[in-house]
C-alpha cells in the first residue's frame, strides 16, 4: 500500500508539472532585428508615471461635492493631452503590469514558479533601447528593467523594501519619496557637467514608480479616505515634477508625459485577478508628441462610465496595455522593444501621416519579425510531413502586405497604410499564438492518457481488493499474454525515437512514455476488467443509460461552472431533491431531510460574491464557535462508544479546541490592529505560524480508529481555514464537510467504507 500510494503522489506530481509545460510556457523569442521608425521623433525625453494599484474610476471620478480628487491631471485631460483606459490583463500584479507598459509583453507566466523580483528570462525593454534612463520607486520594480538592459545606461534609485508596510503608516511617504528624490536630481544635475550632458540627451526616459496608492489600498481599501488622499498627493506631485521639467528645460516643448497604472484594485483591496475594477486603469498622456483634446458629441464606448466621471464631451481613446510601450518608443524614436505584441495607438499621436504610417509600418514589421523566428523555430523542431504552417500567413502573403503598405506610402494613402499594417499585426499575433501552443493538443492527450489510466488502475485496485467482482482472480491469477509485455516495451521505443528525433525537452518524454506503464498495468488486470464488465452487463440498460446521462450531465455542469458559477448552484438545488427521487426517502427520512437542508445552504455559497466583500468578523467567529461544538460533540461521541476515553485522545483534542480558540483570536485581533493602523501584531504571525505547522502532524497523534482520524484530521485543518478566513469561508467548509458525511450516510455500506478508507489511507501517505 506503502508503495502504492508512493507511486501516485510521483504519478500526480508529473501531472502537475506538466501544466506548466503546456500552458505556462515562455512567450519570448530571440533573434529579432530591431526595428525603428526612419523619421525624427517628436520628443527627445519621455516621463514616465506609474501609480500602482491606481483604479480608472478613482482618478476620473468626482468627489461628493463634484471635485477632481486630481485637479492638475483632470485639467490635462480637457486642455492639453489626450486620456483613454488602459485595460490590463490577468495575472493583474505589479511586476507583470509593469512589464506590460515596458516590455510590451504579456508576463512570460514561467516566472510564477521563479518569483517576479527578478528576471526568470531574457527581454528587452523601452529602458533597454534607451540612450539613458532613471528610475525611482520600489526595490520590487526597478532592479527587473535595469538587471535585463545592456550596457551601463539604467540607473535605479530605490528606498528600503521595509517601507513597504501594507497596515503600520502613511503609506503616502512612499511617493512623496520619490517626488523628493527626482527634485534632488535636478538640482544636483545643475552642478554636475557629467549628469547635465545625459539628461540633455535624446531618447532618455525618466520612470517614477509611485507605490503609495497600492499600499493604502491594501490596507485601508479603495474607499478609505486614505486611498483617496493619495490620489490627491500623486496629483500635486506630479503636478511639481512637470513644472520642474519645463523650468529645466526651458519649456523647450521636447517632452513627452505618461500617467498610467500597471492595475486596478477590487473594493476589497485586493487584486491579481480579472474584475474590471482591476482591469481597468488609467491612462493620460500630454507634451510633445501628443494629441491635444478632442470634443465630441457621441462616443464609441457605451459604458456609464463617462458620465458617471462628465468627461462624456472628451473623446476617450482606449488602448491594451502592451500598447504603451511602441506608443512611447514612438515617440522618443528609439526601436520598438524586441518582445513587444502591443499595437501603435497612432490615434493618440500629434503628427503626420507619414510619421504615423511609418510608425505602424516599422510595429507591424517587428511583430512579423516574432512571428518568422517563432515559425523557424518550430518548423525545425518537427518532422516535414508532420508540419503544419499557420496558413492565414504566408511568405507571399507577407511579402505581399509588406510591398502594398510600401506603395500606399508613395502614394501617400497614409490612412489606408495604417488599416493593412493593423491587419498584419493582427495576423502576426494570431500566428504567433498558433505557434507558441503548437505542441499544446499533443502533450493534452498524453497527459490526459496518463491521468486516466492511472484513475483506472487505481479504481481497478481498489475493486480487487475490497469487492466481490473477483474473488477468482486472487484465487486464481492468470498471467497476461507474453505478447502483451512486448507490445507495451515496443511503443515506448517508437514514442521514444518519434521524440528523440524532434529534439523534444526531457520533460516531453516523461509525458509521453508514462501512459505507457500505466496502461501496461491497467490491462494486466484484464481479469477484474472482465468480470466488472460481465456485473455491469446485469444492470437494466434504461439503469446504465440513466446515470450515464445523469453523469454527463454533472460533468458539463462542472465545466460551466468554470465560466458561470450560478450553474454550481442549480447542480447542487438538483441534488437536494435527489434522495426524495430514490428509495432512500423510506429508508432514511432524517439523513435525506439533513441532505438537503444543507445542499440548498451550501447552493448559496456560489451566489456569493468572489471579490469585493467587506470583512464579516462576525461570520468568521461564528464558524468556529461551530467547530467547538463540533469538538464537543465528537468528544460526547466518543464517551459514548467507549467506557473510558485514553488520556492521550483526548489531550489531542483538547489541544485542536485551544487551537480553534487561538485561531478565532488572531483574526479578531488582526483585523482591530489593522483597522488602528498598527500592522500586524508579532504574536499573531508567531501564532499562526504555529498553527499552520502542527495541523500538518497532529492528526497522526489520534487513533488511527477510522472516526477518531477522520475528526481529527477536520478539527485539525479547521483552525488554518479560519486564519484564512475574512468572511463566510469557514462557514462553508462546515458545511461542505457535513455534506460529505451526509453522502457517505446514504451510501452502500460497501462503497461507504471504501470511500472514508482511501480518504485515511491518502491523508497518512501524503
Known sequence: MLLFFALGLLVHFVFFTSIFDIYFTSPLVHGMTPQFTPLPPP????????????????????????????????????????????????????RPGHVALIAGFYEDVSAVAKGWKENPVEFDSLFNESRYTWSWGSPDILPMFAKGASGDHVYTYSYDAQKEDFGAHDATKLDTWVFDKVKDFFDGARNNQSLFSKVNEEKVVFFLHLLGIDTNGHAHRPSSREYKDNIKKVDDGVKEIVSIFKHFYGDDGKTAFIFTSDHGMTDWGSHGAGHPSETLTPLVTWGAGIKGPQKVSTQQFDDEFLKEWRLENWKRRDVDQADI????ASLIGVPFPLNSVGTLPVDYLNNTGLFKAESMLTNAVQILEQFKVKMT????????????????????????????????????????????????????????????????????????????????????????????????????????????????????????????????????????????PIWYAVLREYQVIQDLVASLLTFPLSHVVACSLVFI??????????FYRYMLTAGLIVFAGWPFLTQLWARAKITCLSWALFSLLLAVFPLMPVVGRKPDISLVMGAGLLVLLLSLAIVTTLTKRKTT?????????????????????????????????????????????????????VPFLSSTALFQRLSSILLSLMPTYLLLSTG?????????????????????????????????????FS
Open 43 to 94: 520628443a527627445k525625453r519621455l516621463v514616465l508615471f506609474v501609480a500602482d494599484g491606481l483604479r480608472a474610476d478613482a482618478l476620473y471620478e468626482l468627489d461628493e461635492d463634484g471635485n477632481s480628487r486630481a485637479p492638475f491631471i483632470r485639467n490635462v485631460i480637457m486642455h492639453e493631452g489626450s486620456w483613454g483606459v488602459s485595460h490590463t490583463r490577468v495575472p493583474t500584479e505589479s
Open 325 to 328: 510601450a511602441p506608443l512611447m
Open 377 to 516: 523555430q518550430k518548423k525545425e523542431v518537427t518532422l516535414p510531413f508532420l508540419f503544419t504552417p499557420f496558413k492565414l500567413l504566408s511568405d507571399s502573403q507577407q511579402l505581399d502586405i509588406l510591398r502594398k503598405a510600401r506603395s500606399y506610402i508613395k502614394q501617400e494613402k497614409f490612412d489606408e497604410v495604417v488599416s493593412l499594417c493593423e491587419e498584419l499585426i493582427n495576423l502576426a499575433l494570431r500566428g504567433l499564438s498558433y505557434y507558441h501552443t503548437y505542441d499544446r493538443f499533443f502533450l493534452g492527450i498524453s497527459v490526459a492518457l496518463g491521468f486516466v489510466g492511472w484513475t483506472s488502475y487505481a479504481s481497478l485496485l481498489i475493486l480487487k481488493s475490497h469487492s466481490n467482482l473477483s474473488r477468482s482472480a486472487r484465487t486464481e491469477v492468470k498471467k497476461p499474454h507474453r505478447l502483451l509485455p512486448c507490445i507495451f516495451v515496443a511503443i515506448g521505443v517508437l514514442m521514444a525515437c518519434f521524440l528523440l528525433i524532434q529534439a523534444c525537452p526531457w520533460t516531453y518524454y516523461v509525458y509521453c512514455l508514462l501512459p505507457v
Open 553 to 562: 450531465l454533472g460533468i458539463e455542469v462542472l465545466v460551466f461552472s468554470f
Open 645 to 697: 476515553l485514553a488520556k492521550e485522545e483526548l489531550l489531542v483534542l483538547l489541544l485542536q479546541m485551544l487551537s480553534t480558540m487561538f485561531s478565532m483570536y488572531v483574526v479578531y485581533s488582526t483585523h482591530h490592529s489593522l483597522l488602528k493602523k498598527e500592522g500586524l501584531p508579532l504574536m499573531n504571525q508567531i501564532v499562526s505560524w504555529a498553527t499552520l505547522a502542527s495541523s500538518l502532524v
Open 728 to 764: 463566510g469561508t469557514g462557514t462553508f467548509v462546515i458545511t461542505f464537510l457535513w455534506i460529505c458525511k451526509t453522502f457517505t450516510s446514504l451510501l452502500p455500506p460497501s462503497v461507504n467504507f471504501f470511500t472514508v478508507r482511501l480518504i485515511v489511507h491518502i491523508h497518512d
